[in-house]
């Protein structure tokens, strides 16, 4: 068997299990879809319960994996095809056998393993050569929103996504981009100094033997369809078709000190400060009806923070939570949520919200006279307070989705290339959820991470070392049997 | 095509303006509206309270009736249907027509009850339903005279538009509540995020202004008994319609019609200037079809919308 480990996605449970393992002398291939490391982890502002700057705890990891000796790191990469390897001795062919398994009783553990293919797309510049100087991105005529900032700011074609990036490397899109050739523009070439823009490169296939495998691919959240009329039943908010209605990842950026306001609250839409935002929680999580039935788990926590955080931010604000319980389970939780409560003079009502809706179009419409409305500019939100049994109405100035997490895009294909399980929602099942949580039922694929299911960053980076421990016993097991047979 | 029709109290009392241009463009696209002989009051929702079959049998009687006057015309068995224009009688005739199709035992009692036959077959049509399935939009659109247009805004030739949407009359269509709901029964259009009225705007030439609040209640009969409940739910309508740029509100309902209008009325306190007057979508057709002026019926409204339409009659 190759002693080489696969991690399958860079946030921070693949980047903590790379570097158990890394740490432990074995190899890893880290592969990242991205153009750079750290996940959702690297978008927050700052980490529940303790509110220490996400990117202040995550950077130093992010170092640690990009200058790792142990640790290949293949960003902009995807796992293309994954075939077991034959356990030599067992006579049991090349289908999908135990390859590697630990020693039963009396049983020796076989070598195996699995061959994979990674497809690398081109980055367009050199690895070496860049020094993420950003004279490129200086002159390349094309702005685009910017991914890493959910919409909030601008990038060029080229760029790196922001500037704690791990590699350190700009990266050019070509789905932006004006097109790869002089004629079409150039310019980014033409400024780059050290000569590190290469538009020949393409896309490579390299294939892998590796002992085991660790897939961590991570959440995303749920973007709903967003009609803004919708009731809360479609799962639209009006935050996909309003810039001032927006998710947690979206308000994260806005809180960040490196983000594209500073770390300013302002309206989205008119720059202005927010005075009443409107946080809602359960937001298509919850709903077996409309949305998803499970719970997302870390919405009650992160929206306590975010009110936190807003009203160090906006100290005159109010902030109003639509809550159906609160769920905070871990290890200081129920305390952080009693703070918001009491210590940051929040409102929290019990009840859903039916409709979100701006009170006025986007684009000013051609009107005559028209009569000054206080609710001008404003987001309307209808809801109740089950506990006084009355209607809410409230005009806000910004409005805060919690979203469910869903797992991030692809978790079905990859399923499918692994052999091994998912739910209904795309969540990846282990083999008995109690007992073996990191565990696929493929032996020799392990699980860590919000792919399978939500869960905070505590859980997170916790079962991510569990899942390299257990690639560390399946090869220091078949580590000991080899060298038992040699002697 | 002999369409039995239902006109309703409201109708034939405050809302004559209704039935009269109603009439006029069905006329005017070949749609013969043939009044029942005989009816009386289809309940006006109360018939809706399934545990008092007494009351139910007031619209039996109206579909017994539209079953009776379509036999006469040839028309009968799938083809028995009967129209109606206030979205109220709609939603009770089509709630009573499902019930008597699901509660055979009802309809048999009723039956007995008023000695008349009636086979539960009728099918409950609102006049938008007909032009949107039986006529379609684009035949609509080809019979408009006059795109409605903002008296400004109006060019030479015949009214005609001088492309662009920022010459047309910008029309709000407000839909209420008993028009679309409960979608299970009633089945016109989606429920939250309807488009009909929008469309018939469009065929008319208009541009049709989408605001948030066109399908909350206008407070509907607690006109009579708690009117500040109505005028506080209808100055939010209007002044969204308003903030949308809406220069005309159109509806479907006289009491929505009503309700959106009267709040608007000149008032010791005066007026702002910056009311906005609101329509029947037949009377917006009866403009656009070139129908004469007495069928517009704009004469009774509270927020007076002749000025906006002022010098279109000319051009017929």
């Known amino acids: 068997m190759n002693y080489r480990a696969l991690v399958i996605g860079s946030g921070i449970s693949g980047m903590q299990a790379a570097l158990d393992i890394a740490n432990s002398g074995f190899e890893v291939i880290l592969v990242e879809k991205e153009p750079s490391i750290g996940g959702h982890m690297a978008q927050l502002s700052e980490t529940f319960p303790t509110l220490d700057c996400s990117q202040c705890i995550l950077t130093p990891r992010t170092v640690e994996v990009g200058q790792h000796p142990n640790i290949r790191l293949l960003t902009l990469s995807e796992v293309v095809s994954v075939t077991p390897l034959s356990a030599p001795g067992t006579g049991a062919g090349s289908g999908p056998s135990a390859p590697g398994t630990p020693a039963e009783a009396g049983r020796p553990p076989v070598g195996g393993g699995f061959r994979v293919r990674i497809l690398r797309h081109p980055r367009y510049v050199v690895e070496g050569k860049c020094t993420a100087c950003g004279d490129c991105a200086k002159v390349c005529p094309v702005v685009v929103s910017n991914e890493f900032d959910r919409g909030l700011a601008a990038r060029r074609a080229i760029y790196i996504p922001h500037p704690q990036a791990v590699p350190a490397l700009y990266r050019l899109d070509t789905t932006t981009c004006l097109g790869l050739f002089p004629l079409a523009c150039g310019k980014c070439a033409e400024a780059c100094q050290p000569h590190a823009i290469d538009y020949d490169m393409g896309p490579e296939t390299i294939e892998e033997e590796v002992g085991a495998i660790i897939v961590a691919t991570g959440y995303e959240l749920y973007q709903a369809d967003g009609h803004s009329e919708r009731s809360e039943e479609s799962a639209g908010y009006a935050y996909m078709s309003h810039p001032d209605v927006m998710d947690g990842l979206e308000f994260e950026r806005l809180l960040s000190a490196s983000g594209p306001t500073g770390g300013q609250v302002i309206r989205p839409s008119d720059r202005r400060v927010p005075k009443e935002v409107v946080f809602i929680q359960c937001a298509g999580s919850r709903n077996p009806e409309h949305g998803l039935p499970y719970c997302s788990k870390i919405c009650c926590m992160y929206t306590a923070k975010h009110a936190i955080l807003y009203k160090h931010r906006v100290p005159d604000g109010q902030v109003y939570v639509f809550y159906m319980d609160i769920r905070a389970g871990g290890k200081g939780y129920e305390e952080f949520v009693t703070r918001a409560m009491e210590e940051d003079d929040t409102v929290y009502i019990r009840g859903r919200v039916s409709k979100v809706f701006p009170f006025s179009p986007l684009a000013a419409p051609v009107s005559g006279a028209s009569l000054p409305d206080d609710r001008h500019g404003k987001i309307m939100v209808w809801g109740v307070d089950t506990l006084t049994g009355n209607k809410v109405e409230i005009a806000a100035d910004l409005v805060v989705v919690a979203a469910a997490m869903v797992p991030a895009e692809g978790s079905r294909r990859m399923a499918e290339m692994l052999g091994i399980s998912v739910d209904e929602f795309g969540f990846y099942t282990p083999t008995n959820t109690e007992m073996s949580p990191v ?49 | 095509m002999g369409i039995p029709y239902f006109p309703g109290c409201t109708l034939s009392t405050k809302a004559k303006n209704y039935d009269r241009s109603g009439r006029a463009v069905a006329a005017a696209l070949g749609l013969e509206l043939v009044e029942l002989a005989e009816w009386q009051c289809c309940g006006a929702t109360f018939p809706l309270m399934v545990d008092d079959s007494m009351a139910l049998i007031a619209p039996t009687r109206i579909l017994y009736q539209a079953q009776a006057t379509g036999e006469a015309s040839g028309h009968a068995g799938a083809d028995a249907r009967v129209a109606t224009l206030c979205a109220i009688c709609f939603n009770v005739l089509r709630r009573s027509q499902a019930l008597l199709k699901r509660d055979p035992q009802m309809l048999e009692r009723i039956n007995w009850f008023t000695e008349q036959e009636y086979r539960g077959e009728v099918q409950v049509s609102h006049l938008l339903e007909i032009l949107r399935d039986d006529v379609g939009w684009e035949a609509l659109a080809e019979r408009v005279v006059h795109p409605p247009l ?167």
């Open chain 1, 439 to 487: 565990e696929s039922p493929v032996p020799g694929v392990f699980l860590a991470g919000a792919g399978l299911g939500p869960q905070d960053i505590p859980e997170t980076v916790a079962q991510a070392s569990g899942a390299a421990a257990k690639v560390l016993a399946l090869f220091l097991a078949a580590r000991a049997e080899e060298m038992a047979e040699v002697e």
């Open chain 2, 150 to 316: 903002p008296p400004r805004r109006r060019g030479g030739e015949g009214g005609g538009l001088r492309g662009g949407e920022g010459g047309r009359l910008r029309v709000a269509p407000y839909y209420g509540c008993l028009l679309l709901r409960p979608y299970e029964e009633i089945g016109l259009d989606d429920p939250e995020d309807p488009t009909i009225l929008h469309d018939l705007v469009r065929a008319l030439g208009a541009e049709a202004v989408s605001f948030p609040y066109n399908i909350e209640c206008c407070g509907s009969y607690l006109t009579i008994k708690e009117p500040e409940i109505p005028e506080t739910l209808s100055r939010d309508i209007v002044a969204s319609a308003r903030e949308h740029g809406a220069q005309v509100i159109v509806t479907a309902c006289p009491l929505c019609q009503f309700n959106l209008d009267y709040p608007q009325r000149e008032t010791e306190a005066g007026r702002t200037g910056n009311e906005i007057p609101v329509l029947y979508f037949t009377q917006l057709m009866a403009i656009a079809l070139g129908l004469p002026e007495e069928d517009w019926g704009l004469e009774e409204h509270y927020v007076d919308p002749r000025p906006l339409f002022a010098g279109m009659a000319k051009n017929t």
